[in-house]
């Protein structure tokens, strides 16, 4: 269909597809509505009593209005009844998956006071679809060791070398860019209330004037981190809203 990613699983029934969900964690679940041992519309029930956060649509052989209306009621997205089109089908998933990539809102009762805000930790499981990069994270040598320590067997020798160099290796990068992925979610953008999410990482080894620019923004535009390992200076993390 055209979408850089569209990864797709499979399940022989209902309550296979719940144990799935539950590992994968799947932003889009198709459901038929008549199935042997867990109907869809309990199936859609279970889902969204879990408050799992995730698409649920239905295909069926169904017609009837007043069964679509209230399927839709529960929470479906749509109901395509049998036999449709891949383009009838490919029509009706195309905005899903859009709103998966670019434009899932978080609850308007979360409340943001700056450009980036860190929200509550009972909150952070709302932000795990992530779609849209709102920020710029600027790392010294000392804080990207520190990221990249927790996804890699680093040595200490490996970290003083990356500090004396001023070079990060590769391993000690994708490590980082890791532990950088698994955290973005936490920060959310006050214009489009949606959670961060790392797109790339980069090691910049010379000043150029636009990263001065950044390290003078003033403090309501930034947030200013610290880390440390034992033994090792203290790295710095600066997170900018563009």
């Excluded at 997205?77 to 029509?91: G, I």
């Excluded at 998966?100 to 952070?124: F, T």
Aim: hydrophobic share 45%; aromatic share 6%; proline share 3%.
């Amino acid at each position: 269909m055209g979408y850089r990613k569209l990864l797709i699983e499979k399940a022989n029934n209902a309550k296979s597809a719940l144990t799935l969900i539950g590992s994968w964690h799947p932003d889009i679940v198709l459901t038929d509505w008549h199935m042997p041992d867990m109907c869809g519309v309990t199936l859609l029930r279970a889902i969204k009593q879990r408050q799992l956060n995730i698409i649920v649509a239905m295909l069926t052989t169904v017609d009837e209005k007043s069964q679509i209306e209230e399927v839709i009621s529960f929470g479906a997205s749509f109901v395509l009844s049998k036999p449709f089109t891949d383009a009838q089908l490919h029509d009706k998933l195309s905005p899903l998956f859009q709103l998966v990539e670019n434009k899932e809102v978080i609850p308007n009762k979360i409340e943001l006071s700056s450009d980036l805000a860190l929200p509550k930790l009972s909150q952070l499981w709302l932000f795990m679809r992530i779609q849209k990069v709102r920020a710029i994270a600027i790392l010294d040598i000392y804080a990207a060791c520190v990221m990249a320590s927790g996804y890699s067997s680093l040595s200490a020798e490996d970290i003083s070398n990356s500090i004396l160099s001023g070079v990060v290796t590769n391993t000690a990068l994708s490590a980082c860019k890791k532990a950088l992925t698994e955290t973005a979610f936490a920060f959310l953008d006050k214009r489009t209330r949606v959670s961060l999410q790392i797109k790339t990482v980069k090691v910049i080894t010379t000043h150029f004037r636009k990263l001065t620019l950044l390290y003078k923004m003033p403090a309501e535009k930034r947030i200013d981190f610290s880390c440390q390992l034992e033994g090792m200076a203290q790295g710095k993390i600066m997170l900018v809203g563009i």
